[in-house]
């Protein structure tokens, strides 16, 4: 089992395992118990000393007709304690202040002297030894860790009581009791009351009588609880099962499976489909399955942008390696000097191509470091078009600039890549654009969004190629313009900008109503910010 279905197991038993240790300490309820059974001591023994005054006190009469001396009549007291004592089921003394035993109702006289009479105790229960021994054990562990009022003395007793001292408290008019250990292990509990006539103390009565039933009742509480234990500890240990199952072994199967991927050269290792539990779990496994993918698909997009890095650099040196052969052959003057003009346009190439690519491989890693802020792409637009016109770089190409009246259009964005952004896409349509043609340039809003158009007046897109314009080294430029001019990752970087922005990019054709085409167009759409 592994630790996270242990803990789960741990924690759900250890839970109930507080719960039933406290149930099973059940100090109060013996307390209870024994109060109810020293109170029902106490009435039989105040009725056993008031019939005893009534029946077996002796007056003896003085001269003047008025009783001087009374004494107890031992045989009549004698039959009176034994018999309330045997329907009581108590051990009833009848002791004088001198310390002298008149009755015991435990010893009986014979022929041959004097009887001692014992209960036998009740059948040996084995079946429940070992939960008795353990519940002892327990007892005797709690009762140290607890307070000292544990259920094993009476509420009211005083410090040290005993047998003795609660007779010594009848002999003064007054009740007392007593709880005691017993032979056997057993508690003992025992009143004294006053045996009185005409408010004179004779003699005090002591009822005593073990708690073995007390202690049943309490035992089979506890067996009860115990029992309701064993069945609550099975259906937690069931549910926690269940529970470590619907967690840890889901969990299990991901980390395998990840580090299967890990380990693996090739894509035959997936993580499972966990899409049908809609939980965390679930979840989990969804969003691992995405980044899997999206992991997949980063190294593939490496794998192919390594190799058309390496195809795009070639090409330039071998042209400068055949150039350098050759100027290395010939003597003509104007030939080194053509060869030495190729060389310099293959390393102007070659700079601009890995300036270019440099900057297509920094967007993703510092657009997801970039603190988003407020960028107002109108302002953006406003200050690009302006630049254009002033620098000259529109070969006579106008400018038309149609933004949206009202409050600003705001978006959150990196401010530098969205500028970066517009300026490769108004480059863009300068560079189709033929001499005095125009650009018309357009922002507005659109149902919670900033919508972004680009037109001009050029060849347009190939028909089919809408899509293929934003790939890496796609290259259809206009056939005045140097080769080289342009690495073909323009569009590529601004798409890419645009997508961890958050939002879109696409081309189109401008077409008459014929169904010619004036032109190309760019959109882009922008989130406004909330």
Same mark, same amino acid.
């Not at 408010?199 to 309490?218: F, G, H, P, Q």
């Not at 102007?348 to 407020?374: F, G, H, Q, Y």
């Not at 206009?478 to 590529?492: I, V, W």
């Given at each position: ?31 209870? *118990? ?60 009848? %002791? *004088? +202040?001198? =310390? ?24 040996? +229960? ?34 040290? #009581? ?46 005593? +009588? ?12 506890? *067996? ?26 889901? *969990? ?61 650099? +070639? ?66 637009? %406003? ?9 000259? #770089? ?18 959150? =964005? ?6 970066? %952004? ?27 969004? %900033? ?24 290259? #259809? ?54």
């Amino acid at each position: 089992m592994r630790s996270i279905s242990r803990r789960i197991l741990a924690v759900n038993v250890f839970a109930l395992a507080v719960l039933v240790a406290g149930l099973l300490f059940v100090g109060q309820y013996r307390q209870g *118990l024994i109060d109810n059974e020293i109170a029902a001591l106490t009435i039989q023994a105040e009725m056993f000393a008031a019939a005893l005054g009534e029946a077996a006190v002796a007056e003896a009469a003085g001269g003047s007709g008025v009783s001087s001396k009374q004494t107890i009549l031992a045989d009549i007291a004698g039959q009176i304690v034994r018999r309330l004592a045997d329907a009581t089921h108590t051990q009833a003394r009848l %002791v *004088l +202040k001198d =310390g002298s035993v008149v009755t015991d109702s435990r010893i009986r006289a014979g022929p041959g002297g004097a009887v001692q009479v014992e209960d036998l105790p009740p059948p040996i +229960k084995t079946d429940g030894d070992l939960v008795r021994r353990a519940l002892d054990l327990y007892d005797r562990i709690a009762t140290k860790i607890l307070p000292a009022d544990t259920g094993l003395s009476a509420p009211g007793t005083a410090p040290g #009581e005993t047998p003795k001292r609660a007779l010594s408290r009848a002999f003064n008019g007054e009740n007392g009791f007593a709880i005691s250990r017993g032979s056997g292990g057993h508690m003992a509990v025992s009143v004294a009351v006053p045996v009185q006539r005409y408010k004179r103390v004779l003699a005090a009565l002591s009822l005593n +009588k073990d708690t073995r039933r007390i202690d049943e009742a309490v035992f089979q509480v506890r *067996l009860d609880i115990l029992k309701v234990f064993g069945i609550a500890l099975l259906i937690t240990v069931l549910l926690s099962v269940y529970l470590a199952g619907t967690i840890a072994r889901p *969990l299990a199967r991901l980390a395998e499976a990840a580090d299967h991927v890990r380990r693996g050269l090739a894509r035959q290792y997936s993580l499972p489909d966990m899409g049908r539990r809609h939980d965390e779990i679930g979840a989990l496994g969804g969003a691992l399955k995405d980044m899997t993918e999206a992991l997949w698909q980063r190294m593939d997009a490496i794998e192919g942008f390594a190799a058309d890095v390496a195809h795009e650099i +070639k090409n330039p040196l071998t042209s400068l390696r055949s150039a350098v052969e050759t100027w290395v052959r010939i003597d003509d003057p104007a030939q080194q000097r053509k060869l030495v003009s190729i060389i310099q346009n293959d390393i102007e190439r070659l700079d601009r191509l890995i300036t270019d690519i440099s900057n297509a491989s920094r967007v993703d890693a510092e657009m997801s470091r970039a603190e988003m802020t407020p960028v107002d792409v109108g302002a953006i637009l %406003v200050a690009l078009a302006e630049i254009h016109q002033a620098s000259g #770089e529109a070969r006579h190409v106008e400018i038309d600039l149609d933004i949206a009246a009202g409050p600003a259009l705001i978006i959150e =964005g990196v401010e530098d890549r969205i500028v970066q %952004v517009m300026r490769n896409l108004i480059s863009n349509a300068v560079s189709f654009s033929p001499e005095g043609g125009r650009i018309r340039i357009s922002a507005s809003r659109d149902d919670g969004t %900033v919508l972004i158009t680009i037109s001009d007046d050029g060849p347009g897109i190939p028909p089919g190629s809408e899509a293929a314009v934003f790939e890496r080294f796609y290259r #259809e430029r206009p056939a005045a313009e140097k080769f080289g001019t342009h690495s073909g990752l323009g569009l590529s970087i601004s798409q890419q900008i645009v997508t961890a922005h958050g939002g879109d990019i696409w081309a189109e054709n401008r077409t008459a109503p014929g169904g010619a085409i004036l032109g190309a167009r760019f959109i882009v759409r922008f989130a406004l910010a909330k």
